[in-house]
């Protein structure tokens, strides 16, 4: 079985500019969740979608986030513009049968 | 105060030792619980539920007491391999589709030969 992807890996960008993280979670994962780590800092919920909906998005930090999943399947997470303290690493999760989450392998943001 | 808190460590022990952590959640409307083991610049990846009851997996056992909101997590006999980073976490979802899942900090464990 194939496991949770996300793309890309690695990501720098300039303070102002935008960029979009996307995260494919294992087929059949309705819930997928959007984490980041801040280094130093442990890691935060950021949102919860349940298929295409939003089932809580408490965690996102302010409206230059902005997150979707079109059709149920893959997520994209989308900052716009792009601000200093956004660098960490950001992580999806789908959740399994008993509540388990299986991570992807993080998309590390840089913001300069 | 954090919702989920853990002892940071470093925990430093020789290999073959046996080592605890432990976990204290402050939310009684947190259900499930879980502990994450996280290498360096790699992704959580889950080491075992935590039920009342404890459970034991080979030579980890985790144990959650409600009463006091606490978990632990017991390594018997430590390898090199289990070298990482220990993460704590709650689950206030039950068996509805909404959760808010909340990380503890991490424990540092290192195993010297």
């Known amino acids: 079985e194939a496991g949770v992807t996300q793309f890309p890996s690695h990501s720098v960008i300039e303070k102002g500019q935008t960029v979009t993280l996307r995260c494919d979670p294992i087929?059949?994962?309705?819930?997928l969740y959007w984490y980041r780590r801040v280094m130093g800092k442990e890691i935060k919920f950021l949102l919860h979608?349940?298929?295409?909906?939003?089932?809580?998005e408490s965690g996102m930090p302010n409206n230059r986030f902005l997150a979707e999943r079109t059709g149920g399947t893959y997520s994209t997470l989308k900052v716009q513009p792009a601000e200093l303290e956004d660098s960490g690493v950001y992580f999806c999760?789908?959740?399994?049968?008993?509540?388990?989450?299986?991570f992807g392998p993080g998309t590390r943001l840089t913001v300069t | 105060r954090k919702e989920v808190e853990q002892d940071p460590g470093p925990f430093n022990v020789p290999e073959g030792a046996t080592v605890a952590f432990n976990c204290t959640y402050s939310n009684s409307a947190s259900q499930s619980f879980f502990w994450y083991r996280q290498d360096c610049r790699k992704e959580p990846k889950l080491l075992m539920s935590?039920?009342?009851s404890g459970n034991e997996d080979g030579r980890f056992t985790a144990q959650l007491n409600r009463a006091s909101q606490y978990i632990s997590l017991l390594i018997r006999d430590s390898k090199l391999s289990d070298s990482a980073t220990y993460l704590c976490?709650?689950?206030?979802?039950?068996?509805?589709?909404?959760?808010?899942?909340?990380f503890g900090s991490g424990t540092r464990l290192s195993i010297r030969p």
């Open positions: 999760a789908g959740r399994g049968l008993f509540y388990e989450q299986y």
């Open positions: 087929s059949g994962h309705d819930n």
């Open positions: 935590v039920y009342s």
């Open positions: 979608f349940v298929k295409e909906s939003k089932q809580d």
């Open positions: 976490v709650a689950d206030r979802g039950s068996n509805s589709s909404a959760s808010k899942i909340i």
